[in-house]
C-alpha cells in the first residue's frame, strides 16, 4: 500500500472512529427503555426482511469454493430457523435486568464522604469474527444493552450476509432515535483495517477476536488495545465408572453430533475401563447415522475392533480441535488419569463428568481449570443463550476480567462515584 493510500485510509478511520466515540458518550446517557426498543424493533426487522437476508447468505455460500470444509459452511449457513433465533435472542437481552443499574456496593466515610460503586459501559468495543453472521446480531444486541457502541468486522466469506444484517440494524437505531453512529459494521475485508484499528487505544476501548487460531495469534500479536481472547474449545466428556450408561450415550452423542462445527461440542471421549467395553460399542452405534471417524487409543481401538471409521490416535490427534463430526477416544484407569489427560490437551473452554457419585463429580469439578465444568450435562450448553444471559460476544477461556460466556456484565467496568460535602484532604 503506497503512502498515499495508508495516509487517504488512516483520515477515513480516523473520521469514522471519532464518530463512533462520540457516539458512545451519547449511548451511555440513554435510558434502558430506549436501549431495549431498538432491540426488539431490530427482532421485528429481522423478521420483515428474512428473504433479504436468506438471498444475501445464498449469495455468500454459492461464492464458496468447492472443497469448503462442510463445518465452515454450517457456520456461514442461515434459515428461517437460524433467523427466528437471532430475533429471539434480540428480544431475550431486552428482557434482561439493565447492567448499568447495579450499584455493587455503597458505604458512608468517618469524613462524610459518600461512596458508591457503580457499573459503566467499557466504551466502544472492536469485535472481529468469521463465518457466522448470526454473530453480528449478538454482539450488536450485547454492545448496544449494555451502552456499548460497536464496530464489527466479519470475515469475507460472509460479506454479503452481514451486510444486509447491518443495514437492518442501522434501521432500528435510527428508528429507535438511538445514534447512528452506536454500530459500525465494516464490511471490507482487507486485513490491513483492522491492522490499523487495533492501534487506535485513544478511540477503542477492548478488542474482541471471535474464530480460529490463526485470527487469535494475529490480535494478539498485533493489538495495542485490551483484549477479550475467545480461544478454540477442546472439549472432553470423562464417564466414570459408576455412571449411568443411558444417560452417558445420551450426553455423548449430543455433545458431539447435535452441532459439530460449533467450539462447545465434544472432541474427546474418556471412559473408565470398567465400563468402557459396555458403553463405547452403543455410542458407536448410536452416532453411526451421522458417519462420525474416531481415532482411538489401543484399548478402545480393541473394543471397537472391526467398526468402521475407527483408526489409531497420534499424538496430533489428542490436540486437535476437529468442529465436525470427529472425534478421539481414550480408556482410563480412574478419574484422575481423565483429569492429567484433560490438564494436558484440553483448551480451559468446557469440560464434563458423567457419573453418579457427588464426590467424584465435585473432584472433577474443582481440580479441572476450565471456564465451564459440568456433572451428568452435555457441553452444548455453554452459550450465552442457553444461560439465560440473551447471547455473547463469545466464549472467553482467559482468566482476567471474565471467563466463560460473555454476556452483558461482562461488557461493563465498576467505577466510583463519590457525594461530598465540601471535604478536603
Known amino acids: 500500500m503506497s503512502l498515499a493510500l495508508t495516509s487517504r485510509l488512516n483520515l477515513k478511520l480516523s473520521s469514522q472512529l471519532k464518530k463512533i466515540h462520540l ?122 444493552k449494555s451502552g456499548n457502541a460497536m464496530i464489527l468486522r466479519g470475515g469475507k466469506e460472509s460479506q454479503n450476509t452481514v451486510a444486509a444484517l447491518y443495514r437492518i440494524l442501522k434501521k432500528a437505531l435510527l428508528k429507535s432515535k438511538l445514534p447512528a453512529n452506536s454500530l459500525w459494521g465494516i464490511t471490507d475485508s482487507d486485513r490491513k483495517i483492522v491492522n490499523q484499528l487495533l492501534k487506535q487505544k485513544k478511540y477503542i476501548d477492548v478488542v474482541v477476536p471471535r474464530g480460529g487460531e490463526k485470527l487469535i495469534e494475529f490480535v494478539v500479536k498485533n493489538s495495542q488495545i485490551p483484549i477479550i481472547k475467545n480461544d478454540r474449545g477442546l472439549c472432553h466428556v470423562y464417564v466414570h465408572s459408576d455412571a449411568d450408561l443411558k444417560m452417558a450415550v445420551k450426553i455423548l452423542v449430543n455433545a458431539k453430533t447435535q452441532r459439530p462445527s460449533v467450539c462447545n461440542s465434544m472432541e474427546t471421549i474418556l471412559a473408565h475401563q470398567a465400563v468402557a467395553k459396555t458403553l463405547l460399542p452403543k455410542v458407536y452405534l448410536a452416532m453411526a447415522e451421522f458417519q462420525v471417524k474416531w481415532f482411538t487409543d489401543p484399548k478402545s481401538k480393541s473394543i471397537l475392533k472391526g467398526m468402521r471409521h475407527v483408526k489409531r490416535a497420534t499424538k496430533k490427534n489428542w490436540s486437535t480441535e476437529y468442529l465436525n463430526q470427529t472425534l478421539n477416544c481414550k480408556v482410563v484407569s480412574s478419574v484422575e488419569k481423565a483429569i492429567s489427560h484433560i490438564e494436558k490437551y484440553g483448551s480451559g473452554h468446557s469440560e464434563s463428568i458423567v457419573t453418579a457419585s457427588a464426590l467424584t463429580a465435585k473432584k472433577f469439578q474443582n481440580e479441572i481449570d476450565a471456564a465451564v465444568v459440568y456433572w451428568n450435562a452435555s457441553t452444548r450448553f455453554t452459550d450465552g443463550f442457553e444461560f439465560g444471559l440473551g447471547g455473547e460476544l463469545g466464549i472467553s477461556t482467559q482468566k482476567l476480567h471474565v471467563r466463560g460466556p460473555v454476556g452483558l456484565v461482562a461488557l461493563t467496568s465498576e467505577r466510583w462515584v463519590v457525594d461530598g460535602t465540601g471535604q478536603i484532604r
Open 23 to 144: 457516539a458512545s458518550h451519547r449511548l451511555r446517557l440513554t435510558s434502558i427503555q430506549q436501549r431495549n426498543n431498538v432491540l426488539k424493533i431490530s427482532a421485528d426487522f429481522l423478521l420483515a426482511q428474512k428473504n433479504i437476508i436468506l438471498k444475501a447468505n445464498m449469495k455468500d455460500l454459492n461464492l464458496l469454493q468447492a472443497n469448503t470444509p462442510p463445518a465452515f459452511k454450517d457456520r456461514l449457513r442461515l434459515d428461517v430457523a437460524r433467523i427466528e433465533h437471532m430475533a429471539a435472542s434480540l428480544r431475550q437481552v431486552a428482557s434482561l435486568p439493565d447492567p448499568l443499574a447495579e450499584e455493587s456496593e455503597s458505604q458512608l466515610l468517618k469524613n462524610g464522604l459518600h461512596l458508591r460503586k457503580i457499573r459503566s459501559p467499557l466504551g466502544v468495543i472492536f469485535m472481529i469474527f468469521e463465518s457466522r453472521p448470526n454473530v453480528a446480531v449478538e454482539a450488536f444486541s450485547m454492545g448496544i
